[in-house]
Structures are given as structure tokens and as C-alpha cells.
């Protein structure tokens, strides 16, 4: 039980001075550092911005209101921004494999996913964080429960948004370069949690909720803040759960194929 | 005791064949060929604790790829090994507390902090206690001479200093065995002079064991006790340095910069000393140590070159492999 612990214990001492190292290295360009998050948290506004001047003219759209789709981005960005803030290198598997940058995270003694997500902090996801509690400040549920729900939302959409991009950036185990592909479904996945869900009908619907599981997040809104939906609950947190599941699994299984690379890396 | 063994150790890639041109990246694209690559074969290894041991051949030979099943970053293809009483790729972890890697082209400092930063990280990595940590860090920072950048961002240290940080990061948790892929590349002599004498300084005080790549017969001579050189793949040699020593590297390289044009065809054959290069304002000649001395060698040259300037030089390991190729090959045809 205490090696059990002691071994736990190891792991978030490392984590933390992981998270430390990269706040330290994002600092190290001060004004890059809040240009790129005040960027990106303006970014958003402008788009609060359009959803308010299309509300103001269609007030519900499938029985979404303005406040259910500020809600929906709240969600989207803050949950993408803190698995970013915090595992940056979610979305630089594919890169990191095909360009064998996985040396030094297996020549030391930690889990080597873990080791990889942590060792990058996205700067610009630090404004999409911020942005996401400001829209939850502006026009969030403050009570005790509307807090701890949109928690919740905003730790089922960052683990989902990691689960989805380790499992793509693990095709680069078998075929190379799967850069590309891991970009464009990043690119989709992200378009597609910041839409309304029940937009979409019949193909494009269970599109939504299959092969790009974007509607897992884009429906939080409504099955989750607005009323608790225990089937949608159950299976957002499977699907979320099960990928993470399956990108452990795939990337401990690609390692055994992982054949390095001659390139020349540094780590920033 | 033995810090690494290894049987049969292969490794073989798989890698994919283009024909050449658009025409022929249309056709990889619907029918791709592959090819087998082997990049190391049926290596067997026995090195025991303490040792320090050069392992060389030419580009391509499966030093690194060696390196990387030993640390356990590679699956072999086949064959067994153990280092430091584990598997590599099946207790990667558990190894990982006993060993040390510095690869001279991948850095583990973080490019846009100061060292001390990345020293930090690595004593959480290896879960040192606090007080284990900060006595370890003084000694590595007093003997490898780190106080000036210590908080200098890796960024903007030189290659020198830059390579010095390196080795004492993976000097910092004691490993039993520290594996040096190309430490030396690109530095100057110096420089290079100083790691060799960090590392054996390391392995005496800490009985490390050293297992080297490098392209430079300076580290073979002045830091290894044995050498094993491998060629496509399997270990062509396996002998103590001062064997190859007094076999190989007892030749050194003489370049002389000339004041003025020097004419030597008139100039009788010296024993032991073989001209390589003779041309208007330079000569460059081998010395056999074990049939002539330096000076006696130069002696044949004074009254006939004015010279300007004088280096001497090791062989460039290219060089010495070859002739180690030459021995084996004779040996086995005479056998």
C-alpha cells in the first residue's frame, strides 16, 4: 500500500514540476506569452459577438437560446483549454512519433504517455481557459450545483478532446506520418463541439456522436447544465472514458513498433 | 558482476522502397515496396561493472540502434539482454533508476530554460529526496564547473556548455551504467578534453560503467579500456584499448604547413613514415609509432622543407576501422 503510494505520490511531484518547467519556460517570453492568450481570448469574443447578433434576430433555434450556446463554447474552450494548459502535446502525438522524439521520454523512469502529454504547455489555451469562465461568470448557473456540473462538463470535454487525439496520433505507430490526418480531425473535432448538436440530422447526427464524437460535447449544454440527461451522462462519460482507454492501450501497444529517428530535437 | 549481456541482439527494419520519380511515388502509392533492413545482427555482448568500453563503426552501422534496445527505447527483433539485471524493453522503468543516457543530437534540457531548471525536473523524474538532491547537485556543479550558467538559459549556452549540463543531468541520480551516443560531436579540443576527463573521473569515483559511440579516437584512446567495433551490424572486434593501441592507433598524422615550395623526389624512403599529401605549401605524412618517434620522423624532413607549422594529429577513426577491416580480412584469408 505505501509503495503503492509513495509510487502515486512520485507521480505528482514529477507532474507538478513538469507543469512548473512549462510555465516557467512559457513565461520566459512574457509578451509572446499574454499577447498569444489575450489573442486568443479576443478570438473567442468576436465569435460570442456573431452568436449574440444571430440570437438577437432568431431567439430559439431547436431550443437552443443564446445562453445554451454561450454555454456550449464556455465548455468547448475552457475544457480544450485546460488539456492543453496541462497536457499540450495531446495534439503533437502523431509529430512526436513520426519524428522519434520519444527517446528521451523512454530512456526515464516515468509512464511515457503521461511524460509526453505533460512535457508542453499551449500558450494560446491559456486565454481559452480564461474565456471559458468568463462566459460561466457572465451567464452561468452560481449556485453550488450549476458550479460543480459545469466542472464536470469542462473535465469530460478535455478528456475527450485528449482521448480522440491520442488515439489518431497513434495511427503514426503503423502508418508514419498520419500529421495530416491527426490536424484535420483536431480541426473538425474542435469546428464541430462549438455548434449546436441538435442542428444536425438523420447521417451528419450520428456522424456526430460516432466518428467525430464531437457531439458529446456539443450537447453538454443540454444534457448536462440545462437538466441532468442520465443516458446521454452515461454515454458521453463511456465514450470519453473508453478513448482514453483505447489511446493507452494503442499508444503502449505502438511503442513496441516505435522505431526513433535520426532528427536532431531539443526539448522547448 | 556483469552490467550488460546480450545474445543474438538483431534489430531489423522494415522500410519502404520508392522507385524513382512521380511516376514511381504514384506507384508506392497503390503498391508500396518494402524492403528488410538489418540494422544490427546476432550481437552478442558481455561487459562487466566498472568497464569502459567504446563501441565503434562507420555510419550505419547499428551503434545507435544497439544504444536504443540496450535502453530499452527499441524492441529487438530477436535476441535476448539484460542490463543492469533487467530487460530493457520489458522493465523499461526499473531500468531506467539504474542507467544514464546523453545522446550528443537529442538534448533532455529544456532549450528555453536554465539548466538548474531542467536539473530540477530530472531529481522529480528520478524521485531523489530532497537532501540527496541538493549534495548531489553541489558535487556535479563544483566538478564539471557549471556555476557561471547554471541560470543561463540552454538557449544561449555554447555546444561546449551546452554538453557539459548534459552529462551532468545524467550524472544526477548515480546511474550504474551511462550510455554516451556521440557525446564529443561538434565540440573543440578542449572541450572534448574536458568531458573525457568528467566521465573517468565519474567512473572511477562511482565504479560507472561506460558504454561509448563516438566517431573520434581521442575518447577510444583517452577514456576506454576496451573497444568492440561492429560492421553491417555484427562485432567485427572485441579487444582491450591498449591491444588496439599497439596495433592501430600507434599512427599518428603529421601536417606541416610549408613556408615555401619544397621539391622531395629526390628524398630516399623512411621507415615507418608514409606520405599522404605533397603539395605547394603543405605536407601531410603518418607516423608508425613502433618503428619511428615523432622527432626522428621530422628529423628526415629538416634541410629539405622550411616548415611554418606543425600539427599532430590522431588518425580520424574512419580511418583506424579501416585498417581494422584490412587485419580481419587478412587474418581470414590466412586462416
Not at chain 1, 437538466?227 to 465514450?239: H, N, T
Not at chain 2, 550510455?179 to 578534453?193: A, C, H, R, S, Y
Not at chain 2, 609509432?289 to 611554418?308: C, D, P, Q, S, Y
Request: aromatic share 10%.
Amino acid at each position: 500500500m505505501s509503495t503503492e503510494a509513495n509510487r502515486v505520490g512520485g507521480i505528482w511531484r514529477f507532474l507538478l514540476a513538469c507543469w512548473k518547467a512549462n510555465f516557467a519556460s512559457a513565461l520566459e517570453y512574457r509578451l509572446s506569452f499574454f499577447l498569444l492568450a489575450g489573442m486568443m481570448l479576443l478570438n473567442n469574443l468576436i465569435w460570442v459577438f456573431f452568436w449574440q447578433l444571430f440570437f438577437s434576430r432568431f431567439p430559439v433555434v431547436q431550443g437552443w437560446e443564446l445562453r445554451d450556446v454561450m454555454i456550449l463554447w464556455a465548455l468547448s474552450a475552457g475544457g480544450f483549454g485546460w488539456a492543453s494548459v496541462l497536457f499540450g502535446n495531446y495534439g503533437r502525438i502523431a509529430n512526436i512519433v513520426s519524428s522519434g522524439q520519444l527517446d528521451v521520454y523512454l530512456s526515464q523512469p516515468k509512464p511515457v504517455l503521461l511524460h509526453v502529454l505533460a512535457s508542453r504547455m499551449s500558450v494560446t489555451a491559456a486565454g481559452d481557459f480564461l474565456f471559458g469562465w468568463l462566459i460561466f461568470a457572465w451567464v452561468g448557473d452560481h449556485t453550488i450545483r450549476g458550479f460543480l456540473l459545469f466542472v464536470a462538463g469542462l473535465l469530460l470535454t478535455g478528456l475527450l478532446f485528449m482521448g480522440l487525439m491520442i488515439v489518431v496520433g497513434c495511427i503514426a505507430f503503423w502508418y508514419g506520418n498520419s500529421e495530416g490526418i491527426a490536424g484535420q480531425v483536431f480541426n473538425s473535432f474542435i469546428t464541430l463541439t462549438t455548434y449546436p448538436s441538435d442542428i444536425f440530422r438523420g447521417v451528419a447526427r450520428t456522424l456526430l456522436f460516432t466518428v467525430v464524437p464531437a457531439g458529446f460535447i456539443s450537447y453538454l449544454p443540454i444534457g448536462l447544465i440545462r437538466s441532468i440527461d442520465p443516458a446521454f451522462l452515461i454515454a458521453a462519460v463511456s465514450v470519453t472514458f473508453g478513448l482514453m482507454a483505447a489511446g493507452c492501450t494503442l499508444f503502449a501497444l505502438g511503442l513496441r513498433r516505435y522505431a526513433s529517428g535520426n532528427a536532431i530535437t531539443v526539448r522547448q | 558482476m556483469r552490467a550488460l549481456t546480450t545474445h543474438g541482439l538483431s534489430k531489423t527494419f522494415k522500410v519502404k522502397r520508392k522507385p524513382e520519380g512521380l511516376s514511381g511515388s504514384v506507384r508506392a502509392l497503390f503498391k508500396p515496396e518494402w524492403k528488410d533492413k538489418i540494422a544490427v545482427h546476432s550481437i552478442d555482448l558481455a561487459i562487466e561493472q566498472g568497464e569502459t568500453v567504446a563501441f565503434l563503426g562507420p555510419n550505419g552501422a547499428g551503434k545507435s540502434t544497439t544504444i536504443k534496445m540496450l535502453t530499452g527505447i527499441l524492441h529487438p527483433t530477436s535476441g535476448e539482454a539484460e542490463v543492469a539485471g533487467f530487460v530493457p524493453w520489458r522493465d523499461r522503468t526499473k531500468l531506467a533508476f539504474r542507467i544514464g543516457t546523453v545522446f550528443g543530437q537529442k538534448s533532455q534540457l529544456w532549450y528555453h530554460l536554465p539548466p538548474i531548471d531542467t536539473f530540477e525536473l530530472i531529481s522529480r523524474v528520478y524521485e531523489l529526496t530532497r537532501a540527496d538532491y541538493a549534495a548531489r547537485q553541489r558535487d556535479l556543479i563544483e566538478r564539471f564547473e557549471l556555476g557561471p550558467y547554471l541560470h543561463t538559459p540552454v538557449r544561449k549556452l555554447s555546444l561546449g556548455e551546452r554538453m557539459r549540463c548534459e552529462i551532468a543531468a545524467s550524472f544526477l541520480h548515480r546511474p550504474q551504467l551511462l550510455f554516451l551516443d556521440e557525446p564529443t560531436i561538434g565540440l573543440d579540443v578542449v572541450v572534448k578534453q574536458r568531458i573525457r576527463e568528467l566521465i573517468r573521473e565519474r567512473n572511477r569515483r562511482e565504479e560507472t560503467t561506460v558504454f561509448l559511440t563516438s566517431h573520434d579516437a581521442g575518447d577510444v584512446e583517452e577514456l576506454c579500456s576496451r573497444v568492440i567495433v561492429i560492421h553491417h551490424g555484427g562485432v567485427l572486434l572485441d579487444e582491450p584499448v591498449e591491444r588496439v593501441k599497439r596495433d592501430v592507433l600507434s599512427r599518428k598524422t603529421v601536417r606541416l604547413t610549408l613556408a615555401e615550395e619544397a621539391d622531395l623526389s629526390g628524398m630516399p624512403e623512411t621507415a615507418g613514415v608514409d606520405i599522404r599529401e605533397s603539395e605547394p605549401g603543405r605536407l601531410v605524412f603518418s607516423v608508425d609509432l613502433k618503428r619511428i618517434g615523432i622527432e626522428e620522423a621530422l628529423n628526415a624532413f629538416l634541410g629539405k622543407v622550411r616548415i611554418a607549422d606543425l600539427t599532430v594529429e590522431d588518425p580520424p577513426l574512419e580511418e583506424i576501422i579501416k585498417h581494422i577491416y584490412g587485419s580481419q580480412a587478412r587474418e581470414e584469408v590466412r586462416s
